[in-house]
């Protein structure tokens, strides 16, 4: 039997700019001209017969339906890469990352078998860790860490912004139910991970809340155990959405007040002037990734 699929170059340019969130990004990929991507999308909508972006004056931005066929076309285009057959490969390049446990946990791990299918030839070794880095020639190579935690970078760090954050209070349901929004979150105990001090203060200068004194507190060494202890119904804790995002659409959590964009955005340092092409690999992957998680108003993949 004939199969029925959509024009196929128009399935790559809408994967490609559902990837980046810009044509123009999706062009450089392609080495096609912005206006074919345009053209592109518009023959596939026309196929489809249905929208599968939002137009609006200078920008653009992904519809529901548009949402859900990239996330559809993101797998299958995963799938295609790791079965696609090609000689055989030399021994994997090992890059070690340094990365905070709760974000490794909730964001990272879940999307590795993309980066694996994405840049076979390097072997990732994941290292949890919130200490200060310091870059050594033999290793870690990179880090993941959250700007402003650790001071400004040493002379002899590179760091680029990778992924923007937003946070806001998160608490178990049954919580949560127990009054208003505002009261439930300003009145529970307050948790708080000691490597992230300035989370509460942070978060209430960037919604605008006055903070006071919290009636009881409970610290945890790792952001995994304190957002557990609020799923458990111990008090309220500060989520970031990226890394919630699961907890919150299963029910686990709930989030009464919403999401904040927070003025410290998740960075990626690496060794100054290390040209390593493993590490240029990994940079471009994170952006990618960073691009498909989306936003609390327009979120993407998980």
């Known amino acids: 039997m004939k199969r029925s699929l959509p024009p196929l170059n128009a399935l790559r340019a809408f994967e ?7 044509l123009a990004a999706a062009a450089d990929e392609l080495c096609v001209t912005h ?48 079965a696609t057959p090609g ?37 990732l ?10 870059p050594a020639p033999d290793g870690p190579h990179v880090a993941i860490r959250i700007q402003g ?4 970078p040493a002379a002899d760090v590179e760091c680029e912004v990778f992924m923007d954050r937003f946070t806001g209070p998160v608490l178990s349901p049954r919580l ?19 490597s992230l001090p300035r989370e509460w203060a942070d978060w209430a200068a ?22 557990e202890a609020a799923a458990s119904g111990l008090g309220v804790a500060i989520g970031d959405w990226a890394a919630v995002r699961p907890e919150l659409e299963q029910g686990a959590l709930a989030a009464p007040l919403g999401f904040v964009a927070s003025s410290r955005p998740y960075l990626v340092l690496w060794r100054r002037g290390d040209g390593n092409p493993d590490i240029v690999a990994f940079r471009r992957w994170l952006l990618q ?14």
Do not use: M
């Open 149 to 152: 935690f650790e001071g400004v």
């Open 125 to 134: 070794d994941v290292v949890d860790s919130s200490r200060p880095w310091r």
């Open 206 to 227: 960037s919604a605008k809340v006055a903070l006071g004194p919290a009636p009881r507190e409970f610290g945890f060494d790792r952001s995994f155990h304190t957002l």
């Open 16 to 22: 490609a700019y559902a990837r980046h969130g810009r």
């Open 35 to 82: 206006g074919a991507v345009s053209r592109q999308l518009k023959r596939l909508e026309a196929n489809l017969g249905v929208a599968l972006l939002v137009r609006e004056a200078g920008a653009s931005r992904l519809t529901a339906a548009g949402q859900r066929f990239a996330g559809a076309l993101h797998r299958l285009f995963d799938d295609l890469e790791l």
């Open 289 to 302: 990734e960073a691009a498909r998680t989306g936003s609390p108003e327009h979120p993407g993949d998980l």
């Open 176 to 194: 949560a139910a127990r009054g208003t929004a505002a009261e439930t979150v300003l009145d529970a105990p307050r948790l708080f991970t000691r």
């Open 87 to 123: 000689p055989p490969r030399a021994a994997a390049r090992r890059l070690e990352l340094l990365c905070p446990g709760g974000f490794s946990i909730n964001w990272l791990l879940p999307r590795l078998a993309r980066f694996a299918a994405w840049a076979p030839e390097v072997r």
